[in-house]
């Protein structure tokens, strides 16, 4: 009788983060569905009358016009996270790849969002230059700055960190094709 070969370790840490983006990618599906919907209900002729007057900026006519394209974006990446949550659950190859891809791309996604938040920022102060001269205007825009910074940072070094820990050999092992 010939002996099976040692199957891998399951780490708790693979178990937990899988559990965690099927959750999360769940919920979110939800919302992305939620936001087309009351979308969808809101004649486009509306937005369009928003985003008509002089004084508003590039780049604010650009996120209005294109919302329903956010909120696509949104809802695919929603799937995404559950597929990839699913995927890392059972330990497939492709879900711990796209999972890893999924992490990079919300490290680059914070700082994205800390560069528009300071371009949105600007925007405002061009629609409305005596706002941007007040000093709870200047304080209420430096302390958003710092703290989303600061929320981009930890957790960017969290992502950093689960990167790190999925990429090491032991869990790495978890992954690799079984042998027939």
């Not at 999360?24 to 569905?33: P, Q, R």
């Not at 700082?111 to 200047?138: D, S, V």
Request: charged share 10%.
């Amino acid at each position: 009788m010939t002996a099976l070969p040692a199957q891998p370790q399951r780490s708790s840490l693979v178990s937990g983060l899988a559990w965690l983006l099927i959750i999360v990618g769940g919920f979110s599906i939800v919302i992305a569905l939620l936001q087309i919907l009351a979308f969808s209900f809101i004649p486009p002729e509306k937005f369009a009358s928003m985003v008509d007057a002089p004084k508003i900026p590039f780049l604010i006519k650009l996120i209005f016009t294109n919302l329903h394209l956010i909120f696509f974006s949104f809802g695919l990446l929603s799937c995404a996270t559950l597929i990839c949550g699913v995927g890392l659950l059972l330990r497939k190859y492709w879900g711990w790849f796209a999972t890893i891809l999924l992490l990079v791309f919300g490290i680059v996604w914070n700082f994205g969002m800390l560069f528009l938040q300071n371009a949105l920022f600007a925007a405002f102060t061009e629609m409305a230059p005596e706002l941007a001269e007040t000093t709870i205007f200047a304080m209420f825009k430096d302390g958003l700055l710092i703290g989303f910074s600061i929320f981009a940072l930890i957790f960017s070094a969290l992502l950093l960190w689960l990167i790190k820990r999925l990429t090491a050999p032991e869990i790495r092992e978890e992954f690799q094709p079984k042998a027939m």
